[in-house]
């Protein structure tokens, strides 16, 4: 015993002390054009080549498409029209905020297609601190970030006039150019879900003279020679610089004021000397953050796919706030217009990121966590509704509402930077309205659920998807009154919880629609989409009960009917009825490009169903089909994703799976064990501890867990708790090729599942 004592305390410290080791570059290993080829129909993760900062105020990215398009940079372009300020979280909310620069040379071009720049992809860098692209005209165009804006630098061929032409994008823009001090000062209003008031302000320093200079506008695209100052919709400006310069870009913006623009500029820009010193301290935050977290074995490709997924993790949500000049935080409100004291974070939809990103980053960002939990109750102030989909202001996209489960988590977690029963209040409120925007704005169909117990299908649709996530909600809503001494709404939302149980039909053994007056809607088929779904069928959403597995195996009729169905949902045919959306969509193709029977990973709502045979007896095949996800479905190729990519979510559970474990249920403090990609994982906390994940043996073909160890002792549970998590220590796994159907199959070595307790 004392031996094993000895053995877990000198790997400790070996583990340790190879955290306080000098940090290996791993930007190297980090693309981001991972996810580019994508479009309408297909996405591979609908992703542009962000160039910026951790959860940065704004980004930047090369632009293929035209002003407006949500696909801003796709792999199969081969021309670049502008360098844009962005900070776009799905092509399908499109952008706001936005800008652009581009280079030309010869003779002016203002317009973006005229303008438009041919290139080759081996002529590009593609790293988070640094975007560089060599045109075939001869020009080098590069980007670096700040915080609050970038660094770029521009080098032209000789002997011809060189030029730089700014693009306003395609509402209200303001622009003044000032020559005797190199500046272009002015601002954008552009997005869809913005305050009248909402206004970009930009500076923007360049390192050389103007020869020339002059203003334009992007709709008829009529030039003003020497015109220094003009405003309206599309305006943009250019400048003319002597031939064969190099002209460096200093750029911030804000939200606040034209003088804070000037101050974030002054506080993140003024002192870089160079692009180089920018690019290098760019390079040193992502490198720190991507050390935070050490994988060791697997292939390079691996390691490729795993830092370029640990990137976009970490994007989103993004800040939304500036600092003063004493350094204290302050922000224009996307949802009432004004300026406030404080933090405040936007630029996220929850029903994506709820399942993986936000508990990713509880476990490496528990103090941003707590200031995002501080903003949500401040947003739902200011605009009477939680922004379960923000971008940057209030939205009603998509279902459900999960804010409550943000707060929950991170609550179970010990993150309480919050009142517990404001939050209670504010989400009560967010469960008996439905919000402006309908959708996650309040609640669809608030009555039908707290009386008949589910949303019937009718003037509500998606009304089954609804209802389960309703109920998840619920359930997060009761977790966290229970916490925190809330007899109030824990009595409220005690029965909720259970509505799930209403729209399963035992007869035909799915989640199924259901009508008002109680009756299952006809003409049942569950590889139908739509309809009562949310972006699937019934084969994708019957599993979506995320707090009470135990209760949905009774459901389904005992664990041998659960396994068998489980088994048949990864493995049969992949039959599609295209039901209400009448066509096929992108999701429906990748489902069929994934080739995993009605999986498809390609869509939130079964990403947590590869964990479920750990809740029922069988967590050698959770372990084996997750390996066959993150061998097979990601890498770090420009097709990286099996589906849009959405903030940080697909990135997150590929993350956290290839760490080998998973959040089935946030609002809880477990994280249910996979298989873990790598031998060994070392991930270094906020607190300066550090838990270190060994899978001895493991290899492509040894994906199945036969023992386990926690800090040296036997291990037989399925999950693993947040506390032991962030107190340090190991978990060390002796890996195999074939099951060891014993291990971990007690009932109580299974994960939380409401039933279990109740």
Known sequence: MKCKIFAFIGCCLLSFNDVGAQEKDLVKYVNTLQGTDSEWALSYGSTYPTVGLPFGVHFFSPQTNKNGEGWKYQYKANTIRGFQQVHQCSPWMNDYAVFSLMPAIGTLKVNEEERALKF??????????????????????????????AHMRFSFPAAQPAFLVLDGFLKDCEVTILPKERKIVGYVNNGRFVPENFRSYFVLEFSQPFRAFGTWENVNGKI???????????????????????????????????????RNFDQELAKNKNFEYTRKAAFNTWNKLLNRVLVEGGTEAEKATFYSCLFRANLFSRKFYDLDGAGKPYYYSPYDGKVHEGYMYTDNGFWDTFRAQFPLSNILHPEMQGRYMESLLTAQQQSGFFPTWSNPGMSGVMIG????????????????????????????????????????????????????????????HESTAKTLEYAYDDFCAWQLAKATGNKFYEGIFAKQMYNYKNVFDPDVNFMRGRLANGDWVPDFDPVEWGGAFTEGNAWQYSWSVFHDVKGLIELIGGEDRFNAKLDSFFTMAQDIKYGSYKQEIHEMKEMLLAKMGQYAHGNQPTQHVPYLYTFSGQPWKTQKQVRMVTSQLYNATEK????????????????????????????????????????????????????????????SQNVYINSARLNGNTYDLNYIRYADLTEGGLLELEMSDAPNTSRGTAASSRPFSLSSIQ
């Not at 601190?129 to 045109?135: E, K, L, M």
């Not at 967010?430 to 608030?446: C, I, K, L, V, Y």
């Open 120 to 149: 080759s992809h081996d002529q590009e860098t593609a790293k988070p601190n640094h975007f560089a692209v060599r045109f075939d005209v001869g020009i080098k165009a590069e980007v670096s970030p700040v915080e609050r804006g």
């Open 224 to 262: 003003k020679k020497g015109n220094a100052t003009d405003y309206g919709k599309g305006i943009g400006a250019y400048l003319e610089f002597k031939p064969g310069v190099q002209v460096e870009v200093k750029t911030a913006s804000s939200y606040i004021s034209p003088e804070q623009a000037q």
């Open 401 to 460: 509402n999960h804010a409550i489960s943000l707060l929950s988590d991170a609550w179970m977690k010990g993150i309480r930077t919050f009142n517990s029963d404001s939050a209670l209040n504010a989400y009560y409120h967010e469960a008996t309205n439905r919000g402006f925007w309908g959708g996650s704005n309040g609640r669809d169909g608030w009555k039908d659920y707290f009386t008949k117990g589910y949303v019937p299908l009718g003037e509500v």
């Open 640 to 699: 990286g994703y099996p589906g849009d990519e959405d903030q940080g979510q697909m990135s997150s559970w590929y993350v956290l799976s290839a760490l080998g474990i998973y959040s089935v249920c946030p609002g809880t403090d477990q994280y249910v064990i996979g298989s873990p990609v790598f031998t060994k994982a070392t991930i270094r906390l906020d607190n300066g501890k550090a838990f270190v994940i060994k899978a001895n043996g493991n290899s």
